[in-house]
């Protein structure tokens, strides 16, 4: 029965979500950090509100990018080739959105005691987080463009039993 739902990409919906609304959190992350620095170098306080906003939204959508995550995930059928790549994704997925809720708390008491100022620490861990996310975003499309989750010749060899 739910096979009749899903279309020639394994899916009940046109095309997969997760890439879209993570592309946006990545977006952000990066705008964040690219902000914050700018604005430590050259005193533009301005910049970093639009930080402090970025890092909110992108807390937020990284928690609604992960469930549609999970949810393609088990949708794609993942053979035996492609299970480590998804596990490293996954973990790395839950733990970034727990990292980003916990810097972004952080950059809240920055915002709320000094809006004008960040320090070099909470540079430091964008920093990290800037490397996590590329570390994420290479396993992200490894999964799309080495393994072809929910691509239709890929769907299709599963559905066949070519691939296991």
Request: net charge negative; proline share 4%; hydrophobic share 55%.
């Amino acid at each position: 029965m739910l096979e009749s739902l899903l279309n020639n990409h394994n899916l009940p919906y046109p095309d997969t979500i997760h890439p879209i609304i993570v592309h946006f959190v990545i977006a952000m992350v990066l705008f964040a950090f690219l902000c914050d620095v700018i604005a430590y170098f050259t005193n533009n306080y301005r910049l970093f509100e639009v930080s402090w906003w970025n890092m909110f939204f992108a807390t937020i959508s990284i928690f609604i990018a992960v469930v549609f995550g999970q949810f393609e995930a088990g949708l794609a059928q993942p053979y035996d080739a492609v299970q480590p790549v998804l596990n490293l994704h996954t973990i790395l997925g839950w733990s970034l959105s727990g990292i980003l809720a916990a810097i972004t708390a952080w950059r809240y008491v920055i915002h709320c005691r000094n809006p004008k100022k960040v320090s070099v620490y909470y540079l430091a861990a964008g920093l990290v987080l800037t490397i996590l996310v590329g570390v994420q975003v290479y396993f992200g499309d490894e999964l799309v463009w080495v393994y072809g989750l929910h691509t239709v010749p890929v769907v299709e060899a599963v559905k066949e039993g070519l691939l296991r």
